[in-house]
Structure formats: C-alpha cells, structure tokens
C-alpha cells in the first residue's frame, strides 16, 4: 500500500481540521437541556408516543443487536416493485448547521435524531413536525437509541464531550447524563447498543487531529466499550480497547514528550450475541507508538463482565496520526497504513449451521470471523484499493444469502486555490483541495459462507461534473430485494439484490422546502445511512466534512409522495 503523499496528508490535515472546528461550532449563549417553542411544532391533535414496539421501527444503528442493516419486510411495509416510485414527502432543516451528521431513528411514530448544533429533535414521522428539541450541548452524531425503563421510554443520545444522555422520550425532558470518557477528544460516534437494562456505548476520539499541533503530547486515548444502567447512567464496568496505559517514550523533534500506546477507537455500535451473552466491537488504529494487539481488530467482551473473552487482529503496526507523514514530528515510526474498522461487525448465521461476524475495513478487505471459535478468520475479500479515505468506511447490510458493501476509495489531491469544484486549505490560502473520485465507489454482494462475489456494481460516475466523488462511504441499508446505497455526489441509489441493477437514483443535493421553515440544502452523503419504516425513507443529506458537499436537511420519501 503506497504511503501518503505530503500534498495529500497536507489536504486530509487541513480536512480534519475543518472537520474539528464544525464539532465545536455550537453557540455558547444555550444551555444543555434548555427548551423553547420548535418552529414547525406540532399541533396538538398530533399522534401520541404508543406501543413503539407494535408498530414498525427502526431503533439505534443497525436495527437489531446483531448490527445487520437488514429491516424485514413487516418492518419497512416498502415492496420492491414501489421502491422506483419514492418521491419527497417532506424535508426538515437544521438550524445553525453546516453538515448533517446523523441518522435517524425512527419509532413509535417519532424521527429522533441529532445535529451538528447539538439539538436532538423528536419530529413526526408522517409529517415531520417537532414534537420537541433537546439540547445536548455538543454535536450529537451517533443514532439515537430508545428503551423502556420504569418511568417510560427514554431516548439515548451520545455527545462529541463524551457524554451519554438520557432524554424523556415523550416529552423531551432531561433525565441524567453520564460521562463515559473524560478525555478532552473523547466523543461517542456509535450509537448505543441496549440489552435489557443495559446500555453498552462505543468510545472514539478526535485525538488524531489533535496530534497535527507538534507541541502536542501524542498520545494518550484509549478507546473502549463502557456499560451504562439505562435507568440511572451508572457506570457497571468500562473494558479498554489497550490494555496498557499511555506511558513516556521517546521526545519529538520538537523536545515534546511522546506517550503511547494510545487510539484503538470504537467507531460503531456495538454487536450483541445473546446465544453467548457476548458483545462485539472492532477497532481502529493506534495513533501513536508502541503499536498494539487489539487495533484493527475485532474483539469480543463478556456482556455482563467486560472481561476480554478473545480478539483478532487484522492488521497489526498500523500506528497513525493525521500529522503523518508531512508534518512529522508527531507520526509515530510505523507511519500507518491507517486502516480502521468503522464499521460494526454484522453477526450472521450461515446455512451451515455455524456463525460468522463480518466486516468491512478502510483497507479495501471483508473479513468474516467465527465467533465460535476466538475470531478465527473464515474468509477475506478484497472489494476496494482501500487508503485513509478509502476502502469500507462505515458500514456494510445482510440478509439472509449476502453481505452487502459499499466501496468509498476517494482520494483527494491539492490544487490552485480557485480551480472548479475545489475548497480552499484553510492554512493555505493559496492552495485548495479536489476530490479524485476516478476509481472510486461501486457496491457488491458477497457470499455469507465464503466471500465469494454474487455481483458488483460500479459507480455510474459523475459525467463532467467538477470535484465530483464516485466514493459510496455511507452506511449501507437492505430491505427485501433491495439494497440502499448513497455517496459523496449526493445521490442516493436503490439496487436490486438479485443482480446490482439500479432501480432507482434521486440527487438529493440542492435546496429544499422544509416544514420547519429552515432554509436547507442537501449535500453528500456520508457515514449514516438510509432508515426504511412504514412505507417510508428517511435519510440525512449533507456529510460533506470528508470532500463532499455539505448540507443541512432530513428527507423523508414515501410511495408517489403520499
């Protein structure tokens, strides 16, 4: 794998930068909790929060504990055949964003999801009215994740501080907050996964950007998997992804003091096995030397315990910072390859009678696990070049024959501030940057039981748009018969899971009328994916951190609008 060129690691500095700046853009003047009148809100003749069970549902990440993707057919009430006759239904602006983070949850006749300014919004599903708003006080990018307790439903949200927050379902009303991880970079990108009475939170950080200040002390997060009582927040054990704590090693170029090892994020939401009472978590790379076991890895946790039952890595050395290679003086020695697992691990059964847990990685590889047997690998397959922004980004589906991945390998590469279609680098003026989108993107099905390639659609590329990326980094959605698939041109494509052909295309890119009277426009897509429930989809436009467009806008489509 050819290592970054410093024009590159100059573009993906100045990104992750951007990208840092937008987590911390939030007004100072608000308080978390606060509550004032939404515009757009309700009527009082509005459906009340029933039986959320009963009726079709999307909750969390993955809409079930086994982080398939995957919503039955009694569930997404969306038959194949109507799938090309989706139109707009309504559409619902963030106020005071620049990018639209999440993806929704939807329950009990509820939209649930957080924004970049760090509201949490209950919106009706049908209309998309406000039912209330919460403010978290930091971005809010993990899904939401809805249980019952004593008291009634409450919704789950994670925060960019680390934070856990417990919020009355019904009435939006602040019920307690934990803080998971007090690092000042530590954040919650994965939904929570709940089990019972049990919330297990995935923990990441933004340290590696923090690495770029060369009078940085690199580093010192560890990542980890925390259980939360859903009732009260209180902390029943935290299991780190490194095992060691950061300890001094040699000094920077600069006479900083290096620590490590450190990194091995949790990105995603957690996998449950209730057949072993396991949870599952794969992780990402180190950010500083001495590289570790347990990056790049997937890991299994006892659920009651947090004891480490067994883990496999798939890339070992892989040690990196967004300082590498350009700036230096904070990279560690192995200097990458940078090959996160962003994605859960998908727990199937295949029709052999035994198990698998699957997953794609930034290196471009699909490897199937068996859970059974300490993480032994089943099979690999390669599906992308892979590279920092490349590979399989942040999730793949699977029903019941295939898995199925979306491929992003974007790259970028640094042009005259003022060409079409560039950005201009925030620490250089003069210099912006262009997304090369030339052998990117593209969706396959694979095999459950052996890896094997059913079909592969490329991307149909952007014609002479300019900065146009093929990149499909989006998390992947699969009903019966069909597989969603969205990417950083902004246009969101369902494929027939038979055989890859594309059904049906829509840009969501441009303004929008919203509900709520925000102006908004769609962007690309990026991280969440699509949620299909009761005849309805719904899908976030407008993650253009990573050299897409950015947005502000839910969509809500339903069968010819209706």
């Known amino acids: 794998m050819k290592r970054l060129t410093p024009a590159l690691s100059g573009a993906i500095l100045a990104l992750a930068l951007m990208v840092w700046a937008a987590d911390l853009r939030k007004p100072a003047a608000e308080e978390a909790g606060s ?25 969390g990440w993955g809409v079930d504990p086994a982080q398939s993707r995957f919503q039955p057919a009694e569930m997404a009430q969306l038959a194949a055949a109507d799938v090309p006759r989706l139109k707009l239904k309504w559409a619902f602006g963030f106020p005071g964003a620049t990018f639209a983070f999440a993806q929704p949850t939807v329950i009990g006749g509820r939209v649930f999801i957080g924004s970049q300014a760090g509201k949490v919004y209950s919106l009706d599903a049908s209309t998309g009215c406000t039912h209330w708003e919460f403010d978290a006080g930091a971005l809010v990018r993990a899904a939401v994740t809805l249980g019952p307790t004593p008291v009634g439903w409450t ?39 709940l089990v019972g009475t049990t919330l297990y939170v995935p923990v990441s950080s933004t340290e590696e950007a923090l690495a770029t200040n060369p009078k940085y002390s690199c580093c010192n997060f560890r990542g980890s998997v925390v259980a939360l009582e859903a009732s009260t927040g209180k902390m029943l054990w935290k299991s780190y ?21 450190s990194g091995a994020a949790v990105w995603s939401s957690p996998t449950f096995d209730a057949a072993k009472d396991m949870l599952y978590v794969t992780t990402g790379d180190n950010y500083s030397d001495p590289p570790t076991g347990m990056s790049d890895a997937f890991l299994a ?45 998908i727990l199937v059964s ?21 859970p059974d047997r300490g993480g032994a690998i089943l099979w690999q397959t390669r599906v992308g070049h892979g590279g920092a922004l490349g590979g399989v980004q942040w999730g793949s589906a699977a029903d019941a024959t295939n898995i199925y991945v979306a491929v992003s390998d974007t790259s970028l590469r640094v042009v005259p501030s003022g060409t079409a279609g560039a950005q201009t680098i925030p620490s250089n003026p003069n210099m912006a940057w262009l997304l ?45 018969g069909v597989v969603f698939s969205a990417g950083l041109d902004g246009h969101l494509r369902a494929y027939s899971a038979d055989d890859g052909r594309i059904i049906w295309d829509v840009d969501t890119k441009g303004e929008h009328r919203t509900v709520n009277g925000v102006a908004a426009h769609g962007g690309s897509s990026d991280g969440p994916g699509v949620v299909v429930v009761g005849g309805m989809l719904y899908v976030t436009s407008g993650y253009g951190a990573w050299g897409g467009a950015p947005g502000n806008v839910l969509l809500a489509y339903s069968v010819d609008g209706r």
Request: hydrophobic share 35%; charged share 15%; glycine share 12%.
């Open 350 to 370: 295949l029709a052999n009678g035994k198990r698998a847990l699957i997953a794609g990685q930034k290196s471009g590889v699909v490897t199937a696990v068996d």
């Open 155 to 193: 919704a789950y949200v994670g925060d960019r501080r680390g934070n856990l927050h417990a919020v009355d379902a019904v009435t939006g009303k602040a019920l307690w907050t934990t803080q998971v991880d007090d690092h000042p970079a530590a954040r919650i990108t994965g939904a929570p996964t």
């Open 241 to 261: 992804t490194v095992a060691e704590e950061p300890r001094p090693g040699a000094m920077s170029s600069a006479g900083v003091q290096l620590m490590g090892p």
């Open 301 to 345: 946790f006892d659920a009651a315990s947090g004891k480490l039952a067994w883990s496999r890595q798939i890339t070992s050395s892989d040690a990196f910072n967004v300082a590498c290679p350009a700036m230096g003086r904070n990279c560690p020695a192995a200097s990458g390859p940078d090959f996160d697992f962003g994605s859960s691990a």
């Open 35 to 59: 509550a004032s009148p939404p515009a757009g809100a309700c009527p009082n003749t509005a459906p009340a929060f029933t039986d959320p069970l009963s009726a079709p549902h999307w909750n």
């Open 436 to 480: 090369d989108g030339s052998r990117g993107g593209g969706l396959h099905a694979l095999r459950l039981e052996t890896g094997e390639e059913v079909w592969h659609t490329p991307h149909p590329g952007c014609g002479e748009t300019p900065g146009c990326g093929r990149a499909q980094s989006a998390a992947v959605t699969a009903i019966s």
